[in-house]
């Protein structure tokens, strides 16, 4: 299996460092130089936005964007929307229009693509918008449900998915032309639902899919104007109340690797009504509810290779764990980095030699995506604390050492997308608040 070099530009994309949501399909959450936090003094820029900010992705440098949806769970129908702010400032310069979104409230993806224009998934719709007026260029209407993930694959395609839970029928994985917006070929729908969202990777010339299922875990191969369910198949759950459903996946050195518990009440609260998310009266989705299962947080590392070697670790091991974003590793440090949201915990777990040890505990509360600097080893997440505030810290990745403390300002903290600016810096995206981060 010969996996691409994360040095190498993704040819569906722009070329940028950061042109889509954790920096690349394989999600390692990787940035290129150093941030060397300890060396700098942190100062914080914060714009209340009074919407869901979920990511940012740079285009041209100095060009960045932010995409979202509205916290509509009640009231006036929501709608997507993408933005391109001042990267220092954090001011809008261009919006989009009001993006249709099927009436569906859940955190989409944004992405600046090779042929220029930047892609918004939202709810049930796809758009395609001029990246300098951000104007609507294409609009097309999938499966009526919420979707989570939208990558672009080699050949400059999109594919995409919607989300289900348990017992809410098979996924639907769409493939779709970046111009026209056209399907490609018949979707696929998998066997089972699927929360987390996709990554992807390309192995002897050819796309790979990685899906997250309910109970295993799927793989599908893009062929020319088809989408083929692999037979690596590995089961990661077993069916039951001991823990719950994967998020999305990290691909590296040879592995997938997963967190499970993530489908915490709140989730399930949002996608059990119809359209997704959007209620009569407004209702508590708290992600610090008790967790609907028995089990402790899990890491599981799954071969690429071999579908019967998957091994798990419970790095904290306290009843009821959850989470509501994905583990990461990183290969220079041989370190995965697993976290306890509801109970707390960030741990770092020692893989190498294959093995599968905690070599460290902080006792923060993360929740969302993070970012990771190899070069300087470190890591950036949140951290919200008791008093309600949600903090960026930063972390030794190889000692597990807290380094360094910004608040944001955010009284809000979620699974949303941290992004590694151009100048050792960080943008950070919740409810309400878009912020960044500069060390200098």
């Known amino acids: 299996m010969t996996l691409l070099d994360r040095s190498q530009s993704h040819p569906g994309y722009w070329p940028s460092p950061w042109p889509v949501e954790c920096g690349g399909n394989r999600r390692q959450k990787s940035a290129p130089g150093r941030l060397d936090a300890a060396t700098g003094v942190a100062t914080v820029t914060s714009r209340r936005t009074d919407r869901w900010d979920v990511m940012t992705i740079r285009r041209e440098p100095g060009e960045w964007y932010v995409g979202g949806t509205m916290p509509a769970f009640v009231g006036p129908p929501p709608f997507g929307w993408v933005e391109r702010f001042d990267p220092v400032t954090l001011e809008p310069i261009v919006r989009s229009p009001n993006l249709k979104c099927g009436e569906h ?9 090779a042929n220029g224009s930047i892609l918004s998934i939202n709810g049930s ?22 979707h989570n993930g939208l990558l672009a694959l080699s050949d400059g395609t999109l594919i995409t998915k919607d989300l289900r839970l348990e017992g809410q029928g098979g996924t639907t994985v769409t493939r779709l032309s970046a111009e026209t917006l056209e399907t490609i070929g018949e ?39 088809a989408l083929i369910v692999d037979d690596w198949r590995p089961r990661y759950r077993t069916t039951g109340d001991q ?85 990461v590793h990183v290969p220079e440090h041989e370190m995965a980095i697993a976290w306890d949201s509801i109970n707390g915990g960030l741990a770092g777990v020692a893989t190498g030699d294959g093995r599968l040890e905690v070599a460290w505990h902080l ?17 950036v997440i949140n951290d919200f604390t008791d008093g309600g505030n949600d903090d960026l810290v930063v972390v030794d990745v190889s000692s597990g050492e807290l380094v360094d403390r910004i608040a944001t300002g955010s009284r809000i903290a979620n699974g949303m997308f941290l992004s590694a600016g151009d100048d050792r810096d960080v943008y950070y995206c919740s409810t309400t608040t878009l912020a960044r981060v500069c060390w200098s």
């Open 243 to 327: 823990w719950g459903l994967s998020w999305d996946a990290c691909l590296s050195e040879g592995n997938c690797w997963i967190m499970d518990c993530g489908d915490i009440e709140s989730v399930r609260h949002i996608h059990t009504t119809f359209p997704n998310g959007r209620f009569d009266i407004a209702p508590s989705l708290s992600w610090r509810q008790p967790a609907p299962w028995r089990g402790a947080q899990r890491l599981l590392r799954v071969s690429l290779d071999d579908p019967a070697d998957v091994t798990a670790i419970e790095p904290f091991g306290t009843p009821g764990g959850g989470i509501i974003a994905p583990p």
């Open 363 to 379: 006792d923060i509360r993360p929740s969302m995506q993070p970012v990771v600097f190899p070069e300087s080893g470190e890591l």
């Open 187 to 225: 979707p696929v729908q998998l066997g089972e639902g699927s929360m987390g969202r996709i990554a992807s990777d390309v192995i002897d010339g050819v796309d790979h899919v990685y899906v997250p299922g309910t109970e295993h875990l799927w793989r599908i191969i893009v062929a020319d104007n």
């Open 125 to 146: 719709y796809l758009h395609r918008l001029d990246a300098g007026d951000l104007t609507i260029q294409a609009e097309r209407q999938l499966v009526d449900c919420s």
């Open 105 to 113: 409230v859940w955190c989409g993806a944004i992405l600046a693509h």
